[in-house]
Each structure stands twice: as structure tokens, then as C-alpha cells.
């Protein structure tokens, strides 16, 4: 059976490359955590901290939804419609993470009023990752 697909294209590249994408925000989240404890606050306000530590903690719950998005859609192989919502739904998760963490990171470090602009569609794709796991989830009966 063929991996390409009309929604994923080539569902075997793109499973390893949301795969190593996730498992290096994995990384970049940690780093990004220790920062904020070891030294960010030498360089920005106090009261930015808390909007730091909002987008460490929505970027490493979403890291860890991408890579279990990931997992789901190598658990199947034979391309159905789960895998590929998964799939999809993983690659959602890290564009949530680069809008809606991302525009929060540069807000702290950078502020810029237009940046607040972009969290939200971070937040929708997070929230549009979320409904197409679920819908994965249930479709994989």
C-alpha cells in the first residue's frame, strides 16, 4: 500500500520529520526552562517572567502531544484515516508551539504589541491539534 497520501503527502518523511521536529523542541523547551531559572531575569522585567514560564509550559505539553501524535501514527501502517489525522494533528501541535509559544518568548525578550496578535492563532491550531487527535483517537476503532 502506498504512504502517499492527499493530506500528508509522503507519510513516511513526514512521520520522521515531525518526529526529530518534536524530539528537538524536546530539547529546546528544556533549554528555553533553564534559562528562565538560571539567568532571564538579569535581562528582562520581573513581571515577564510569568509569560515565559506560560509559554514553557504550553511548549513542553505540546512537545510531548506531537510526539505521542507521532507514535499513534506509526502504530498504524496501513495509512488509514487515523494515521494520517494524527499525523496531522502532530504537525498542528508544533505550529501551535511556533506561534503561540514562540510569539510569547519574543514578547518577553522583544516586546512588541503586534506580537500578542499571533498567540491566538497558535492557540487555534492548538486547539484544531487537540479535535484531530481526538478524531484520530475515535476513528481508530
Avoid at 508551539?97 to 487555534?124: D, E, H, I, K, N
Avoid at 492548538?126 to 481508530?140: E, K, P, Q, V, Y
Wanted: net charge positive; glycine share 8%; hydrophobic share 60%.
Amino acid at each position: 500500500m502506498s504512504t502517499n497520501t492527499p493530506l500528508v503527502g509522503n507519510k513516511s518523511a513526514w512521520n520522521s520529520w515531525l518526529a526529530v521536529a518534536s524530539a528537538a523542541n524536546g530539547l529546546l523547551v528544556v533549554a528555553l526552562g533553564a534559562f528562565a531559572a538560571h539567568g532571564l531575569q538579569n535581562y528582562v522585567s520581573e513581571n515577564l517572567l510569568p509569560t515565559w514560564q506560560t509559554s514553557v509550559r504550553y511548549h513542553m505539553f505540546h512537545v510531548i502531544a506531537a510526539l505521542i501524535a507521532v507514535v499513534i501514527a506509526r502504530l498504524d501502517s496501513t495509512g488509514r484515516i487515523a494515521s494520517r489525522l494524527a499525523l496531522l494533528a502532530a504537525g498542528l501541535f508544533l505550529g501551535g508551539v511556533l506561534f503561540f509559544c514562540g510569539s510569547l518568548y519574543l514578547l518577553v525578550l522583544a516586546p512588541q504589541p503586534w506580537l500578542m496578535m499571533t498567540a491566538p492563532v497558535g492557540g487555534s491550531l492548538f486547539l484544531l491539534a487537540w479535535a484531530l487527535l481526538t478524531w484520530a483517537l475515535i476513528s481508530n476503532k
